[in-house]
């Protein structure tokens, strides 16, 4: 396991006891990929640099 699903596995440990969350041991390997993979697809849009006059939308209109 590197440094990274260390780190993960660790948050996720910590998190389950905080929101009373036991995770199976077994799950766990599952869990930290999950985890990971939503942090990965997150990066996209959390690393995407938006101009610093862009204003949100008043309304929402699909």
């Known amino acids: ?3 990274d699903n260390t ?3 660790q ?3 910590q998190t389950s006891v905080i929101i009373n969350l036991p ?3 077994k799950f766990m390997p599952g869990v930290v990929d999950n ?3 939503i942090a990965n697809i997150a990066a996209l ?3 995407f640099e938006l101009s610093e006059n862009i204003e949100a939308a008043p309304i929402f209109k699909p």
Request: negative net charge.
């Open 45 to 47: 849009f959390t690393e």
């Open 11 to 13: 948050y996720i440990e």
């Open 35 to 37: 985890l990971t993979r």
């Open 1 to 3: 396991m590197n440094t």
């Open 7 to 9: 780190n993960t596995q």
């Open 23 to 25: 995770i199976d041991p």
